[in-house]
């Protein structure tokens, strides 16, 4: 057992944490100012967001400069949550008593580099999860995050263009929802540092890209399509979660890419592919 653990942290396995904010608060009815708000079926109502523009203000909002910014650098989780809330706070009409009304735009701050720094989950994911718990009842919230998690763990990212550099910093693709290997993968894509300003900028772009899916998903009004590519196949769980006895590596569950901690995993698979023994 000792020498199975000693042989999986010499993977370079990042620590698969960092959880997405779950907020539980009595649902309130908005009322129509003028502007009739779309009831979302699943939880607070929500008036449909422009994907488009919601990309400019999430750009903006990575480093502080949209409206919905209430300092400078806010970071990208909170860049994202701030850009979903602050357009529903404008446009879901009903004050005094409409539903996002005093929440604070910049409480997601803390997300920043994947949980204060400690480069868990990408600060993105976290901003949209909360935005998106916001909006929806838990067991839909939970179709919808599981979406977006496929998408950025298997799309190229980013696609936003860069107004500030003017041009692509290059795409990769992160096959993790983890910051750390997130940003990796991107460096070592696009040579640039992960200290680097372009790194940064590349960041502000995700948070364009990410704030605009959810939108685009929330709009939608269905959540659980894209589901997991990796369900059934290599996925924590077809290893790790077998039985109720603690043997055979039954010590964990989840369903990110086996080879984004197990490199060996990677290693066999190349060699068997190329006849190597």
Not at 188 to 216: F, H, I, M, P, W
Not at 229 to 257: E, I, L
Request: with cysteine.
């Amino acid at each position: 057992m000792e020498e199975t653990r000693r042989n999986f942290l010499k993977t370079g396995c990042a620590a698969l944490a960092g959880a997405t904010v779950a907020t539980s608060i009595n649902l309130v009815n908005a009322k129509d100012a003028g502007a009739s708000p779309i009831k979302h079926p699943h939880g607070w109502p929500i008036k449909g967001l422009d994907p488009n523009k919601t990309k400019d203000l999430g750009y903006q909002g990575y480093y502080g400069k949209s409206r919905f910014s209430g300092a400078a650098g806010q970071g990208c989780a909170s860049g994202v949550f701030g850009t979903i809330v602050g357009q529903l706070q404008e446009t879901v009409i009903g004050d005094p008593e409409h539903p996002y009304h005093g929440i604070p735009l910049s409480m997601m701050q803390w997300g920043a580099g994947g949980v204060a720094g400690f480069g868990s989950l990408c600060g993105v994911l976290n901003g949209a999860g909360a935005a998106i718990g916001l909006a929806c009842n838990n067991s839909d919230a939970k179709k919808y995050i599981s979406d977006l998690l496929t998408w950025y763990s298997e799309t190229a990212l980013p696609i936003y263009p860069s107004p500030k550099y003017k041009k692509s910093h290059g795409k990769s693709i992160a096959r993790s929802n983890l910051c750390h290997v997130s940003v990796t993968n991107w460096c070592l894509a696009s040579g640039y540092a992960s200290g680097s300003s372009q790194r940064s900028d590349r960041c502000a772009c995700l948070c364009a890209d990410t704030a605009s899916k959810v939108v685009e998903m929330l709009n939608s009004g269905v959540g659980g399509v894209l589901g997991n590519p990796r369900d059934k196949n290599t996925t924590c769980g077809s290893c790790h979660y077998q039985g109720n006895d603690f043997d055979a590596g039954q010590f964990t569950h989840g369903k990110m890419d086996c080879n984004s901690c197990h490199v060996e995993i990677e290693k066999i698979s190349v060699q068997e592919h190329h006849g190597d023994k």
